[in-house]
């Protein structure tokens, strides 16, 4: 089979980050910037366009290579103070929601028996089956807001990368900011709109 060629369904501009400088502009909201965000890009993840980029990926069966740990890189980038995030304790209450989750669902597992119950005998609605479904609910929602992505991460999308982590691609949802991105780093970026995926 021949290389496929894929259209994106929005233009991606590619990076490289060794040489690319961001404004000091923030791409959440286009206000003056001056505080240097970060946003932590790992080469083991989902976010390749192309599984051939991905060096953990084997294109002789389902089963990935063993390498070594993923490297890590960092992309500076400037954004105003209200839209600053740090990822200090981020990781600790993405852990503390893991165990939550845990206690809530094994509540929630006991009260749909209560719930079953009440409904076999022909009883009225426990309580306490209410009180552990609410309570499962509650901790769903604030793991949704522990996972989601940040301001920053959905105003900059990483939506690919090569192996070595040199260049990257990268969907700004502000098409001034991506405009004045490529403007200032004629060298360094460049508006992709499709990309070549060679046999698998």
């Keep these: ?12 501009v590619r990076v490289e ?3 690319v400088r961001f404004p000091k502009i ?10 240097l965000s970060r946003i932590t ?6 976010n390749y366009l192309n599984r051939a980029w991905d060096p953990y990926y084997s294109s002789y069966g389902s089963a990935r290579q063993k390498l070594p740990q993923p490297k890590l890189r ?14 200090d304790g981020v990781e600790r209450y993405k852990t503390c929601c893991f165990i939550i989750d845990g206690f809530a669902m094994a509540f929630f597992f006991f009260g749909l028996l209560f719930l079953g119950d009440a409904f076999y005998r022909g009883r009225p609605i426990p309580f306490w089956s209410m009180t552990f479904s609410a309570f499962f609910a509650f901790s769903m929602f604030l793991t949704w807001i ?12 990483i939506v690919g990368f090569d192996p070595g982590l040199q ?9 001034s900011y991506r405009d004045t991105v490529i403007q200032d780093n004629p060298m360094s970026t460049e508006l992709v709109s499709w990309i070549v995926k060679p046999d698998s």
């Design 17 to 19: 980050l060794s040489r």
């Design 146 to 157: 522990a996972f989601r992505p940040n301001a920053l991460q959905r105003a900059v999308r």
């Design 1 to 12: 089979m021949s290389p496929q060629k894929i259209h994106l369904d929005e233009p991606a």
């Design 41 to 46: 890009l790992s080469s083991r993840g989902p």
């Design 74 to 87: 960092v992309i500076p980038m400037y954004v105003c103070e209200d839209h600053y995030h740090t990822d």
């Design 167 to 175: 260049n990257i691609l990268l969907v700004f949802k502000d098409k």
């Design 26 to 35: 923030c791409p959440v909201c286009g206000a003056q910037a001056s505080i």
